[in-house]
Each structure stands twice: as structure tokens, then as C-alpha cells.
């Protein structure tokens, strides 16, 4: 199966357990494997034939923006059902954020969340 890949997408959000988190806010990494695919993309170059990731950006970007989850859990959760219900092409996704600034007592480089879901709502 192939892929497409979006890595270290960057993104200020309020999300986390404590009330100083959803306030103060903290950078995310977030990480996207969409897997579909891209013979037809790659035989006749036509972006009609592929997923536009400039899309799956911005819907990423959208989603940060317009919430407040407590888990980053639920974040990776909505990203994979709002990708899967837009883009019919994507048979899979693998969603990983990474909080560097998630609050633990202890050196880390960070904490996280990876998720993969398929159309069979696996």
C-alpha cells in the first residue's frame, strides 16, 4: 500500500488535563501516515488522482484551532475521523502527536499518542 506523509506539522494549541495547559497553551507535533493508492497519481500526474495534503493541513490546522481536548488522546481520534469521512481514498491512517511540553516531573524528550484506524473502524 503506498502512503503519504506529513511529518512535524507544528501547531500551538490549548489541549491538556490541566486548567494551565487549556490557558497558557504549548506546542504540538503531529505526524500523519495517510495510506492509499497513488498508481493512477503516478501514471498520469493528476492531482484529481491523489489527496491534496495541502487540504489535510489545513483541516489538521482547523481542528487544533477550534478545540480544546483534555486528552491528545481524543486530539489523534478526531484528526483520523475527520481525514477518513473527508477523503474516501485513504483506506488507513496513522496519527502520532507528540507534546515536548506535556507537564512531567522528569527529562523527556516528549510524551505522546499514535493511533491507526481503517475504514473497517479498526
Not at 495541502?54 to 478545540?67: A, H, Q, V
Request: negative net charge; glycine residues 8%; proline residues 2%.
Amino acid at each position: 500500500m503506498d502512503k503519504i506523509v506529513l511529518k512535524d506539522i507544528r501547531l500551538y494549541g490549548y489541549h491538556g488535563v490541566f486548567p494551565s495547559e487549556r490557558e497558557k497553551g504549548q506546542n504540538f507535533y503531529i505526524d500523519v501516515e495517510l495510506f492509499l493508492d497513488l498508481g493512477e497519481a503516478g501514471k498520469t500526474d493528476d492531482l484529481e488522482k491523489t489527496v491534496d495534503y495541502s487540504k489535510i493541513y489545513d483541516m489538521i490546522k482547523t481542528i487544533n484551532e477550534n478545540n480544546k481536548f483534555r486528552l491528545i488522546e481524543r486530539f489523534a481520534h478526531i484528526i483520523s475521523r475527520e481525514i477518513l469521512s473527508t477523503f474516501k481514498e485513504i483506506d488507513r491512517i496513522i496519527v502520532r502527536i507528540r507534546k515536548p511540553e506535556a507537564p512531567i516531573d522528569g527529562d523527556f524528550a516528549w510524551a505522546g499518542v499514535e493511533i491507526e484506524r481503517g475504514r473497517n473502524g479498526s
